[in-house]
């Protein structure tokens, strides 16, 4: 969120030690007295931040004497401290060819440049010219990194992988830098970082902010506005994650330089985690997240996993020279409002260099991520990596090119379809600084399918809109997989559907029955789109739900542990409403005789109270009933009508 240069400033230190280390009196690889003068009158210039008086001295002494080559050392940490990457490679090749043993590192710059420029041949001779000649341990490292880099980039160039990338137009880009997209399940809200003009911060002049567009009719998206109760004009807030519906952002926030956050709003570090909710078309004052997702650190750049639980995020240790170790960290909101300890993800995707950009996909298994520690083309790359069955996290994966080049490349994000994934980049042909872009992402690269539920809760004696709590539980596990509030203003809600799993879903609210329905979601590809209409039965004689996912095996009354989650949420509601009595009603199809039918209707419906009895429930509050196949709720001519009938009811008496 705070700009600054890592780079630029590894640069100004190896420049201004390199100069105190080499311009002392005598000991220089010249004896020309002329050139000697020229060269320290250039070392004191450097002492001075005088660049361009540096650069003209050094230039002399080494125009004076062919063979010098401390001038020339400091030309080409200064060319390349300006970005003049052939002028630095032009001054560290002279530099070698003199006398290479003289400055090892100079093989080293020499190679990173040689790589950042796609001359992957002659980088991999300098990186391991330099390995034969020094030991200093981090400086090797970066060498061993290099020649991973050229094997790797120097293969991958060979094979490039599909990628058009589209701007995504006037509604979005303007010529501001805009980057860190984020977007809903449905693909229809983008909410993204924009860097704006602010006169009235007088250390940097500028700010961030965020800004949303949504997708016209006819796919484009739509002139982007800025967010009010979340944006502020003294402060940045930038790098958001948005739940699957849209009504949760969890963004990060940069305080001043004295280290306040204006009004009541208070931060543990330098930048911190906050939330807001949405509640129809206005946004929540902002909460800071507080301890552990925070701490004196530098916490930013989160992504919500679709459980709306599980949260990734970058932490930064702080260090007087910039920021250290960008790692990314996961800790889950636990059923008491609470956070965990945050946990840092394992070496297949942490390394000791720097990640970020972090994404962890809707199917809550695929993680995209930038990072410079693992084998790429230089710089920031974007990797992905998925989720083991033992709960790690696979090898990272770079890619490819053209994704990814010797620039840095982060902040991708990909749709829930995961067929779209949308970037920011300064290439040429845009409308201005940082734009967003979108392509099409190649199959390999792709998370698991995942769809979406948008429906609406709505009392179902008024037809007003609800605000309740909808979860989805995945029927194996029994563990929530997702979750979402419905809008109190529209009753709408949005959850998503991860494929390969059958999930139960419930929708509950204080004062009413809950409501229940179950889907089966197939592994090959995703479902279209559900839209569920959820009406809520108010806590009143006569009402009545049917339990979807209680499960029986064929023909038996024995309870299948599918139906845990089920059980465990109606004995919630009975212990939530100590007054409610109900009747459990068993019902059937009507294959098979009828006397047969009544009998196992009768059973299914007293093995369903006597689970119940056992978690603590009062006898006296259930009674149960089998009515058979006599009271059907569809037809039984097809087996999606007997599948219907087959089911257990609740109702209040």
Sequence with gaps: MK???LRS????LAVCSSAALLAQPGGYSTQDKGAIKKYESGAECMRMQRWDCAQSEFAKAAAADARFVEPRIMLAELAERQGKDAE??????EVVAISPRFFPVAQLHLADLEFRGGQYGDAEKHYRAYLEMEQEPQRKARARMGLANC????????HPVPFEPKNLGPGVNSADPEYYPCITADDATLIYTRRVKAPEIPVYGMQEDFYVSRRGPDGTWQTGTGISMVNTRAFNEGAGTLSPDGRFIIFTKCSLEDGSYGGELRGLGSCDLFISRRIGDRWTSPENLGQPVNSRQWETQPSLASDGR???YIRGMLAQDGIKSMDIFTCTLQDDGTWSKPE???ENVNTPYQEESVQIHPDGRTLYFSSNGHPGFGGLDIYVSRKQDDG????????GYPINTGADENSLLVSADGKVAYFASDRPGGLGDLDLYGFDLYPEARPLPVSYIRGKVTDKTNGQPVEADVELYDLTTGKLATGAYSDPKTGEFLVCLPSGRSYALNAGAEGYLFFSENYDIAASAPTEPITLNVPLSPLTAGSTIALRNIFFNTASYELLPTSNAELEKLVKLLKANATLRIELGGHTDNVGADAANLTLSDQRAKAVRDHVI???????????KGYGETKPTATNDTEEGRALNRRTEVTVL
Excluded: C, H, P
């Excluded at 400033?9 to 100004?12: K, R, T």
């Excluded at 630095?88 to 090749?93: N, S, V």
């Design 3 to 5: 700009n600054f240069s």
């Design 9 to 12: 400033l590894a640069l100004v």
């Design 88 to 93: 630095a490679m032009g001054y560290y090749r």
């Design 151 to 158: 094997a790797f980039a120097a293969e991958a160039i060979q």
């Design 310 to 312: 599980t949260l990734y």
């Design 344 to 346: 840092k993800l394992g």
């Design 392 to 399: 790690t996290w696979g090898k990272a994966l770079n890619l």
């Design 614 to 624: 056992a978690q603590g429930i009062d006898a006296a509050r259930i009674t149960a």
